[in-house]
């Protein structure tokens, strides 16, 4: 059984205090620095560096970085050691496809299911959003975008659509700090308050209509282009119209 490590006694730098286990708070912390984007995709996750940092054994990482690659967040290579993932364009349009699907679900639940407390509590983390980018905190901000949808999962009332978009929610992160292009400004908060409202109303369509329109707005600050490069030789010199000969054989 994992020793209970004693609960922090500040707030850490995202305003939250952590208890639990040894695994609990290595993998909580390292998933919360995955949301705020302080992470970058393709970092190399050392053993030996985070277990400094938090003063257990390098088993105890192992198993929140387990837990990490078990969301799609971590990618564990054998004999290189771990790194935050860096998915492809392939994978990043597989993965808000899904994230579509799932959202769907979770906002039609949760206008049958949440309560005026769920409500309540959606209705802060909006407010404590829109905070954080108004005083120039992005990274808490986009941490608390990440956890409204999290929450909304909650109050769908679901519990393997929570544990999947948990997973679908940080793999976003990674993907919106992969590929985001242009103008990095956020006005989810707004969005996610037409929401709760449509939510609150028991307006399923609304809320659906409401709900896409916000994924459609984060899908269009990506680049999802096609990479242009290719491990192909041929392929890349294509273009110079060599032809292609075979050597003569000797004689």
Do not use: W
């Not at 970058?40 to 690659?69: D, H, M, N, W, Y």
């Not at 899904?98 to 909006?126: D, F, G, P, S, Y």
């Not at 959003?129 to 990274?139: K, L, N, T, W």
């Not at 307006?203 to 459609?216: E, G, I, N, P, Q």
């Amino acid at each position: 059984m994992n020793e209970q490590l004693q609960p922090l006694k500040k707030p850490t730098k995202t305003g939250k205090t952590r208890t639990g286990t040894q695994d609990d708070i290595v993998y909580a912390h390292i998933f919360d620095a995955i949301l705020e984007q302080r992470l970058a995709p393709g970092t190399k996750l050392s053993e030996e560096a985070l277990g400094e940092i938090f003063g257990v054994s390098r088993t105890i990482i192992r198993r929140a970085l387990s837990r990490l690659a078990h969301e799609g967040v971590v990618l564990l290579r054998p004999n290189r050691g771990a790194v935050v993932a860096s998915p492809s364009v392939e994978e990043a349009r597989q993965i808000f496809f899904a994230r579509r699907m799932v959202e769907r679900a979770i906002t039609e639940l949760a206008v049958q299911h949440a309560t005026a407390e769920q409500l309540a509590e959606l209705r802060q983390m909006v407010a404590d959003e829109q905070d954080c980018f108004a005083r120039g905190d992005r990274g808490a901000g986009i941490r608390l975008s990440g956890e409204f949808h999290l929450k909304l999962a909650e109050a769908a009332k679901n519990a393997p659509l929570v544990s999947f978009q948990r997973s679908l929610v940080s793999q976003t992160s990674l993907i919106i700090a992969q590929y985001e292009s242009g103008n990095r400004s956020h006005c989810s908060f707004d969005e996610h308050n037409q929401l709760i409202d449509a939510i609150a109303a028991r307006d399923s369509d609304k809320a659906v209509r409401l709900m896409m329109h916000h994924m459609d707005h984060i899908d269009s600050k990506l680049n999802l282009e096609e990479d242009s490069a290719s491990g192909d030789l041929h392929a890349v010199f294509s273009h110079l119209g060599l032809a292609k000969k075979k050597p003569r054989t000797a004689r």
